[in-house]
């Protein structure tokens, strides 16, 4: 018998696995035992558990970041708009006089920066101003092309009427 012992692989195994402190897994030394089965199948599913409890908590915070991500970048787009918008009225109101700065403004505003800070509070107002100033533009011109059209359809009717 003891024989047997020297030629069995998995006693082999459980000898290198517990000299080592550790006890032989579970995948290598099958077992034939129904509550010892029932046991790794309730691990196994504690586990899976845990898993997809991480996976969904993973999942979660991708989306969180790219959620993160496209508000970032749509400030930034706004910001780099703003400063484009702000350029272009900077560039027109050197070409014109400054208008004095609203009456609350004046005593924070410093005269030896012309006003800045009066200018940075007021681009939202400039930028809506030329917004209505630009779809004004649009509208006259739709405007003009429908009136154009009807003119030259006017004659093609009275044309036909003969």
Same mark, same amino acid.
């Not at 509070?121 to 009136?147: F, I, N, V, Y």
């Given at each position: 018998m003891a024989d047997d012992q020297i030629h069995d692989p998995l006693n082999f195994m459980r000898n290198m696995w517990g000299n080592m402190g550790f006890s032989l897994p579970g995948m290598v030394a099958p077992t034939f035992d129904l509550d010892e089965l029932d046991k790794r199948i309730k691990d196994m599913k504690a586990v899976e558990g845990w898993l997809r409890m991480n996976l969904s908590m993973l999942q979660m915070t991708i989306q969180g970041l790219e959620m993160q991500r496209t508000t970032v970048g749509a400030v930034q787009a706004m910001g780099k708009m703003a400063a484009d918008a702000a350029k272009s009225m900077s560039t027109e109101a050197a070409d014109e006089p400054a208008p004095p700065p609203p009456h +609350? +403004? =004046? @005593?924070?505003?410093?005269? #030896? $920066? @012309?006003? &800045?800070?009066?200018? #940075? &509070?007021?681009?939202?107002?400039? !930028? !809506?101003?030329?917004?209505?100033?630009?779809? =004004?533009? $649009? #509208?006259?011109? #739709? %405007? =003009?092309? %429908?009136?154009?059209? &009807?003119?030259?359809?006017?004659p093609k009717a009275s044309r036909t009427k003969k």
């Open positions: +609350f +403004f =004046q @005593g924070v505003a410093d005269p #030896a $920066h @012309g006003g &800045a800070l009066s200018e #940075a &509070a007021m681009w939202p107002w400039q !930028m !809506m101003q030329q917004m209505r100033e630009q779809m =004004q533009q $649009h #509208a006259e011109a #739709a %405007a =003009q092309t %429908a009136t154009t059209e &009807a003119q030259v359809a006017k």
